[in-house]
């Protein structure tokens, strides 16, 4: 019988943060776990090595692989074993190699969010739909690429999981979850921004991140760009926020030009976030109350004190 492995969880996350999106556009694309089944009973190392071949080397140790039943786990330690959960949508997959598979983006969401915490859950999502990777395997954080899938896609797909397990927390932190961020800053400052107050963060309304804006003609003219982006926009309010950090390529503090162009489109870009900010409660309460300003939001008053809940959040997002 042929042998077939199928990798998961974290080696899978691995997998799509090492720069292998090309493989979603293969022939084929998406598929169902192949009919075939294990040989024998329990997966040993070398069997698994021999079956992903050197082209996978990148993964690290334990190689985290699903099996069809218990029974077919391994007894290694350069295994983990999770067993296949019933009902998994169809197309869960994609075959990268003879009898090799790899849980698509989607299926790794779900996975991921049942043991991660929901602001780490939220940043995984947030990475998926957008264009930077998280490092991992000794990499930097990379940029400019291109997403593993689309808030939309990410929405269906935990949809059609029901009864699985991961699926309830995936769900949700699809609501903190847009397309389009552009690196790690961008998407921990839309988490601290719009998750609730209870949950530590400030409970503004989701912005879209990254739109292209079209530029007038005037503009056009006078700037010779046919379109601006903004970090976090909110198109109803003409509110945005930028994110100045060293590992942005735009130079968003200096550009006095851009944010007049903008302001003559009807956008106030006015407002900018530093590193700085995100490291302390109290410069970001003022970023804050000047955002609620201009959105025009009036929030009640409250005796309650949520600057622990505040700390944590920043803490696990590697802030505090």
Known sequence: ?????????????????????????????????????????GLRAAVVEEACGRELGFLSSPLHLLVRDAGERSRTRRVVCHVLPQNLPRKSFVEIGKGVYVCRPELVFVQIAKTETLPNAVLIGLEMCGAFRMPEGGRDVSFQKVPLTTRAALS??????????????????????????????????????????????YGLPMPVLNRAIPTTPAIRKATGRSSFRCDLLWPDA???????????????ASDAIRRTALAEMGIDASTVVTMEHMRSEAQLDLVVKRLSRLLGIRKKPTMRDWSAERHALRAALGLA
């Open 156 to 201: 269906a797909y935990i949809e059609a999981c029901v009864g699985i397990r991961g699926a309830g927390k995936a769900n949700q932190a699809i609501l903190y979850i847009a397309d389009g961020s552009e690196s790690p800053m961008e998407a921990k400052l839309t988490i601290i921004l719009c998750f609730p107050v209870r949950l530590g963060g």
């Open 238 to 252: 003409g509110v945005a926020v930028e994110y100045d950090g060293k590992e942005h390529d735009r130079r968003v």
């Open 1 to 41: 019988m042929r042998m077939e492995i199928v990798i998961s969880h974290q080696s899978a996350l691995e997998f799509w943060r090492s720069g292998q999106e090309h493989v979603l556009l293969q022939p084929g694309g998406f598929c169902d776990w192949g009919a075939a089944i294990f040989g024998e009973r």
